[in-house]
């Protein structure tokens, strides 16, 4: 009988705990499902999604960052390192809504700045430039996309509602509304829109074959005078 009765308060317990985790956490729930059409239910992102997992113990970890205590602070981000392979140093200041697909090898230094409803790709860095303490990594704005294996990199700003394309290197600041794409990265025109969180990676212009184009048309309009 009374191990019947432990064995109904660690369930009990742990039923709880995952109830409180899905009311904290309903905005990063959401997002995935809204943003990744491989998630079917609520509960397949909470029990299964290593980026909910490195949020849910970033938050954790940066309590114990803002209180202080760095070591176990940084004791539970290297935890959530080797659990889900996504690296976030506690000092990091993340938003509401954050998705991280898939997740592995993805990096986000000490002074990052993440907005609201930011969706990261696997492979991204939000590195650091040089050695001081002060800010030397990337803010990002609301409503960000950043493309499988980008690099934002030192104190820049990409406004809200950029998208960063895949592979791309980021060493300046990114205006609202902006496509970003290429290594160094530059902008990109989109026919006058935005790149939404549908995310139609294929469909990205490149600024350079943009630029080459508009020079063939100039020369060509010469050509006819």
Same mark, same amino acid.
């Given at each position: 009988m009374i191990f019947l009765i432990i064995v109904g308060l660690i369930v009990t317990l742990a039923v709880l705990k995952f109830i409180i985790l899905a009311i904290l956490f309903y905005p990063e729930i959401k997002a995935t499902l809204n943003r990744d059409p491989a998630a079917y239910s609520f509960f397949e992102v909470l029990f299964l999604y290593q980026g909910l997992h490195a949020i849910i113990c970033h938050r954790i970890a940066h309590f114990f960052y803002k209180i202080k205590l760095e070591f176990l602070a940084r004791l539970l981000s290297q935890f959530s390192r080797h659990l889900t392979g996504i690296e976030i140093h506690p000092g990091a200041e993340i938003g509401r809504g954050l998705f991280i697909d898939h997740g592995m090898s993805v990096v986000i230094g000490e002074t990052t700045v993440i907005g609201n409803n930011v969706t990261l790709y696997q492979g991204v860095t939000l590195g650091g430039t040089g050695k001081q303490k002060a800010k030397r990594h990337p803010t990002l704005g609301d409503n960000v996309v950043v493309g499988a294996g980008a690099k934002i990199l030192g104190n820049i700003v990409v406004s809200d509602?950029?998208?960063? %394309?895949?592979? #791309?290197?980021?060493? $300046?600041?990114?205006?609202?509304?902006?496509?970003?794409? %290429?290594?160094? #990265?530059?902008?990109? $025109?989109?026919?006058?829109?935005?790149?939404?969180?549908?995310?139609d990676h294929i469909h990205i212009l490149d600024p350079i074959m943009q630029q080459i184009e508009e020079l063939k048309k100039r020369i060509e309009k010469l050509e006819e005078h």
């Open positions: 509602n950029s998208y960063i %394309g895949a592979n #791309a290197v980021v060493i $300046k600041d990114v205006p609202p509304n902006s496509t970003a794409v %290429g290594v160094p #990265a530059r902008l990109t $025109k989109q026919d006058g829109k935005k790149i939404d969180t549908s995310l």
